[in-house]
């Protein structure tokens, strides 16, 4: 419909059940994304005037509960979509490009005529338009050009995976328009991490996509990275007693590929030196039977982080089970030993070439302290730099959000709420 259409249905109320399931019941939630999208679609109106059809689209950021650092292995992970994303207004067109404007950043224009990887492109948008648009092609799907503006509430490098909901938008786009939601979420995230991998030249595991592109709280086994198995879970944090709290610990992530690379490349070095590619193939009885072989092959760091897989893959399982059962004592027990593994054994709080910084373990150590025992806090997500993860009881929450704010600086900490639908097609 026409831009001025378009607003007056969301100033009516047309979309408040939508934005409901989106982003929760809280005070004020809603009047804040009306005036979200609304100042979208302006944006959108002043870089391309010439559109007169637009459509709105979103994809979510998501939390990781369990798994930290599983996916990649091929194992278990724990996770949900949330309520915050990535939002498009698009107009599509058959001019043969692409064109993307991302709020706060250049513009990017990508031809449909040439999908190969650029690699002067390697780390911008503009690889993961061509990424995304050569897989979907890939696949035998329809592409075609559309005009966007994307404004995001995901931060980037707060671990709730803003690369990740980017990917998932463009895909959720071309899915949803041009092949009728045929491709499906599995094929949108697997297109998305081929353009993180192949395209933005950026290592990464499936999980991020996958819950992007599900939505909802889901368990994923990726023993089969074609055809990953999920389940989903219905629970309700805020039922239970508990709030969701995510805290930026304001943690530099420039420079740190290196740290985050090392780990995938790390595990794998033990999986190869049983003849196998990822560790979910290995056996943990013969991992600890061949301990001092392994030491003359493969650091005792990697070693460690085999350790972790091994028992953060068998916990992921256990934490979905004790969703289903409703058992939240045993939830957050394993939340904690989740968080104590990241910690001891995969050793991701901090990277090496910068001991100094070592704020996520700040973090960690004080939510402790205020916690008293009860709820349970983590990294959240890669690590190095960025975020962690806590279940607060209820009555614990004001103090919690001020004391993080009080440290990390006002707004580093977030409540969030589990969105039940992944990338979506919010007009249609």
């Not at 027990?333 to 100094?356: C, F, H, I, M, T």
């Amino acid at each position: 419909m026409k831009p001025e259409a378009l607003m007056h249905k969301i100033e009516s109320g047309a979309f408040d059940t939508t934005f409901h399931l989106m982003y929760g019941t809280a005070p004020g939630i809603i009047a804040d994304q009306k005036k979200r999208y609304l100042d979208a679609i302006r944006a959108f109106s002043a870089h391309y005037p010439q559109r007169q059809d637009v459509a709105l689209f979103s994809a979510p950021g998501r939390t990781e509960i369990g798994g930290n650092h599983t996916d990649h292995q091929y194992g278990c992970v724990l996770a949900a979509a949330v309520n915050l994303d990535v939002i498009a207004v698009v107009a599509f067109h058959q001019d043969g490009v692409i064109r993307l404007q991302s709020k706060g950043y250049p513009a990017d224009t990508v031809a449909l005529s040439d999908l190969a990887p650029h690699p002067e492109e390697q780390g911008t948008s503009a690889a993961i338009i061509r990424g995304m648009a050569a897989h979907f092609a890939a696949l035998g799907c329809t592409i075609g050009g559309f005009d966007a503006y994307t404004t995001s509430d995901v931060l980037s490098g707060s671990g709730l995976s803003s690369s990740a909901a980017f990917e998932v938008l463009l895909g959720t786009i071309l899915d949803q328009h041009y092949n009728w939601g045929k491709a499906g979420a599995v094929s949108v995230a697997k297109a998305a991490q081929r353009a993180e991998n192949v395209y933005f030249g950026k290592a990464s595991g499936l999980m991020d996509q996958m819950v992007s592109a599900a939505g909802g709280f889901v368990g994923i086994d990726f023993a089969d990275p074609e055809q990953p198995k999920i389940e989903n879970h219905i629970f309700n944090f805020d039922q239970a007693g508990y709030t969701l709290c995510i805290t930026d610990t304001k943690g530099s992530h420039a420079d740190l590929t290196p740290d985050y690379s090392a780990v995938p490349q790390e595990m794998r070095q033990v999986a190869q030196f049983f003849g196998k590619s990822v560790l979910r193939d290995v056996e943990e009885g013969a991992f600890l039977e061949a301990l001092p072989r392994l030491r003359e092959h493969c650091s005792d760091r990697a070693i460690l982080r085999a350790a972790h897989f091994f028992a953060e893959n068998k916990r992921a399982i256990v934490e979905s089970q004790a969703l289903s059962q409703g058992d939240m004592p045993e939830f957050l027990r394993l939340v904690q030993a989740s968080g104590d593994s990241s910690d001891s054994l995969l050793q991701n709080l901090y990277s090496v070439r910068k001991p100094e910084q070592q704020a996520l373990g700040l973090g960690i150590w004080r939510s402790k302290q205020l916690l008293q025992g009860k709820g349970a806090v983590r990294v959240h997500g890669g690590g190095f730099a960025g975020t962690i993860q806590a279940f607060v009881p209820l009555a614990l929450t004001e103090r919690y959000i001020q004391e993080m704010n009080r440290l990390f600086g006002n707004g580093s900490c977030q409540t969030l709420r589990i969105r039940p639908m992944g990338g979506v097609s919010v007009t249609e």
